[in-house]
């Protein structure tokens, strides 16, 4: 491996890497959007929202996200919606990630064992107070290891957004190699810098999951 | 519309084709990650140091590097640094069992685990030979755990394995892409169709086993 080739290429990844951190994070904040109001609908079974809502997760829960992207990039302007390529990525991230956190919601605010429904009843809670200051904190401590690896599973997603010709880490690599034939230094960079990416997110996970199952008990 | 472009000649059979190339790679690589995961996952719940330390580090390269980015290595760079000129097929294979095996692997640990001593000193106390505590009661406990998780992760792989396009498989994008490439002066709007038959096409693979899995997961909760 040739280092002075690495340097020279440091520079291009940083861009790449900027790229996918913000898109990729972008998409992971529409998901938890997503995810949360698709919980609260599912929880409160609103009729007609929740069977959209239903529909919803299963679709995206059970195609990849390549498809997805190609669907919403080449397909949806073809009936006169355009979006740009960094829009999409966040779109589709978002719209698959939703689909996974909504799942983690809803099981934490199941995992709330009805115990504590009653208890606050009986302490003389409304339905609104028990909701916000008994179930949402419990049911979200419980979401915590969930809602961590599915932001880790959605960072490696964004590893496919070089299909939709944005320029980000897996595109840089792919062109570097295409274009040099410096396949051990683009492919070096590559790992460098989505362990970069994830090994943070990894670690500090797992501290948070260690905190959260000392308060779950 | 554009729709047309689909029934035009074997068009949908090709795309069928290319679902069947996808998923046999993805059949192939959960088979490989079910033998390879049970048995790492048996010797990880040995509690040996040095297995530990080693499937530590293995589980988290998987945890962080993308699939993609380990197909990129084995394919590519297969060919540069061992000079093994390995075929874009065995490359996905080699890599979606690297990452289905940890992913099993860690599930059989978990299950494994899952199971409170007491049950194995209960056994003791009955006199149960070791071999007919795995036999009666630690296995079908274990079993009923792992095989809605193993049959999601089947959904799973099948899932990832779209990823192969990019290591130039033909499978069913790119068979997508090359009928919206033939007909792109006769039906400019076939993409919006194409793409839309290929989600569903994935979401009808993936359903019914997700399906599968859910209702297994219910029926032998404890």
């Known amino acids: 491996m040739d280092f002075n080739v690495v340097i020279s290429y440091i520079p291009t990844y940083v861009d790449a890497f900027l790229l996918t951190v913000k898109i990729g994070w972008i998409g992971i904040a529409f998901s938890l959007v997503i995810g949360i109001l698709s919980a609260f609908i599912m929880h409160f079974k609103i009729p007609v929202l929740s069977q959209i809502v239903a529909v919803y997760i299963e679709l995206f829960r059970n195609t990849p996200l390549l498809v997805q992207l190609f669907f919403i990039y080449f397909g949806l302007p073809k009936i006169g919606i355009v979006i740009s390529a960094g829009t999409c990525g966040a779109v589709g991230l978002g719209l698959l990630g939703g689909s996974y956190m909504a799942e983690v919601f809803r099981s934490g605010l199941e995992g709330v064992s009805i115990s504590q429904t009653e208890s606050s009843l009986a302490l003389g809670f409304s339905k609104t107070q028990m909701f916000i200051y008994v179930i949402l904190p419990q049911a979200f401590s419980k979401s915590v290891p969930g809602i961590v690896a599915n932001v880790i599973f959605l960072l490696k997603e964004t590893s496919v957004f070089s299909a939709i010709s944005l320029m980000d880490l897996m595109f840089r690599a792919k062109d570097l190699i295409g274009l040099y034939y410096n396949t051990t230094e683009a492919l070096f960079l590559l790992v460098i810098f989505y362990v970069i990416m994830l090994l943070p997110v990894s670690f500090l996970g797992s501290v948070i999951e260690k905190k959260v199952v000392s308060i779950n008990g | ?222």
């Not at chain 2, 048995?39 to 580090?57: D, T």
């Open chain 2, 1 to 222: 519309m554009g729709f047309e472009v689909l029934l035009k000649g074997s068009n949908m059979l090709r795309l069928l084709e290319g679902l069947s190339t996808a998923l046999n790679i993805s059949l192939i690589s959960v088979a490989i990650s079910l033998v390879l995961g049970i048995i790492l996952g048996i010797l990880m719940a040995m509690h040996n140091r040095v297995v530990l330390f080693f499937s530590k580090i293995y589980l988290e390269i998987v945890r962080i590097m993308p699939q993609m980015v380990l197909l990129f290595i084995v394919y590519f760079g297969s060919t540069k640094v061992i000079g093994i000129n390995l075929s874009a097929e065995t490359a996905s294979i080699i890599v979606f069992s690297f990452w289905g095996a940890a992913e099993m692997s860690d599930l059989v640990r978990g299950a494994l685990k899952s199971i409170p001593t007491i049950q194995y000193e209960s056994s003791a106390a009955l006199s149960l030979s070791s071999f007919m505590t795995y036999r009666y009661i630690i296995m079908p406990q274990v079993v009923r755990m792992l095989i809605p998780l193993s049959i999601n992760l089947i959904t799973r792989m099948i899932k990832t394995t779209s990823l192969v396009m990019m290591i130039g498989i033909v499978e069913v994008l790119k068979v997508g892409q090359q009928i919206i490439e033939a007909n792109r002066t006769a039906s400019p709007n076939a993409a919006f169709w194409v793409f839309l038959v290929i989600f569903l096409l994935y979401f009808a693979a993936c359903w019914p086993i997700s399906l599968l899995s859910r209702f297994l997961e219910k029926k032998w909760k404890v």
